[in-house]
């Protein structure tokens, strides 16, 4: 009696995450899939390589696609090394006190803080305080701030599979602890650290609401690249062609169009984790 109980609970959890499974699946399929239909006619050449014109109403993403290439490279020199190191001295070298307890725990209720939090954060701070004015570089770092925790998180996460058994052999053929760490741990746990920081930076590219308060600009006539300037960025461009534009039908197929390259860039990054991780796994087999 109790085997055929285990076994009918058993089947009601898999049918329950299964059946969950399909739903969720089955709405990203029609998001997806209404993205790409309407959007797949507008995508051309040169509808990535020329610059909006006209208040966005013609030409194409080029600005935009620009701005989101910078924020994303300056997102990433700040908040990868810094968020790496975190992780490599809370896992190896931080004892386990109440203080670096506290320190986790701060980190881990970090990445539920709202997006739109570190936007009003990185304005009072970068933007005012420190007076780099609404710019890239401010963006970046807000960014930079929002990604920190997950990037601490999933390295620290990646430290932790490797076994102390190897930390232990190499310390006994005279290794020290830095060169343990520097040339045994951190190239072991390189999959599931480069893996982390390429998902959080693909999050970090579809930001709106961070970067809305810290430097993206409604529209720049020409193409930009300087730090210290507005910018224009591919997420906030969506956003103002599908809510704020005074003309919303006449640009809805350029809203589409840059939706679509939005969602194969997130979608790229997400395929370049998955094939790192799968290269290291398939070198250390």
Same mark, same amino acid.
């Given at each position: 009696m109790q085997f055929k109980t285990n076994k009918l609970s058993s089947v009601i959890e898999w049918g329950s995450l299964l059946l969950s499974t399909a739903i969720v699946c089955f709405f990203i399929a029609v998001i997806i899939w209404e993205i790409f239909s309407k959007g797949f006619s507008v995508l051309s050449w040169e509808f990535t390589t020329m610059v909006p014109k006209e208040g966005m109403t013609s030409g194409g993403i080029l600005t935009p696609i620009i701005g989101t290439v910078l924020l994303t490279l300056i997102t990433s020199a700040f908040a990868v090394p810094f968020g790496i190191c975190c992780a490599i001295y809370l896992n190896e070298y931080a004892e386990n006190t109440w203080v670096t307890r506290t320190i986790r725990a701060a980190i881990r209720n970090l990445s539920g803080v709202p997006s739109?939090?570190?936007?009003?954060?990185? +304005?009072? =701070?970068?933007?005012?305080?420190?007076?780099?004015?609404?710019?890239?570089?401010?963006a970046g770092?807000?960014? *930079?701030?929002?990604? +920190?925790?997950?990037i601490i998180t999933t390295t620290e996460e990646a430290l932790?599979?490797?076994?102390?058994?190897?930390?232990?052999?190499?310390?006994?053929? *005279?290794?020290?602890?830095?060169?343990?760490? !520097? &040339?045994?741990?951190?190239?072991?746990?390189?999959?599931?650290?480069?893996? *982390?920081?390429?998902?959080?930076l693909s999050r970090a590219a579809g930001e709106t609401a961070?970067?809305?308060f810290t430097g993206a600009a409604f529209y720049i006539n020409g193409s930009s690249g300087y730090v210290n300037q507005e910018f224009?960025? =591919?997420?906030?461009?969506?956003?103002?062609?599908?809510?704020?534009?005074?003309?919303? &039908?006449?640009?809805?197929?350029?809203?589409?169009g840059t939706a679509l390259v939005l969602v194969i860039v997130v979608f790229l990054l997400n395929l370049t984790a998955f094939y790192i991780?799968?290269?290291?796994? !398939? &070198?250390e087999n």
């Open positions: 739109i939090i570190y936007g009003l954060f990185g +304005l009072a =701070l970068f933007v005012q305080a420190l007076n780099f004015g609404t710019s890239l570089v401010a770092l807000t960014l *930079g701030l929002l990604s +920190l925790p997950y932790k599979r490797i076994p102390n058994s190897t930390r232990e052999a190499a310390l006994a053929v *005279g290794a020290t602890k830095f060169e343990t760490i !520097k &040339d045994v741990v951190i190239p072991s746990a390189m999959s599931g650290i480069l893996t *982390g920081v390429v998902l959080t961070p970067i809305l224009m960025a =591919l997420p906030y461009h969506l956003y103002m062609l599908s809510t704020q534009h005074q003309s919303i &039908d006449q640009v809805k197929p350029i809203a589409y991780r799968y290269k290291y796994r !398939k &070198d």
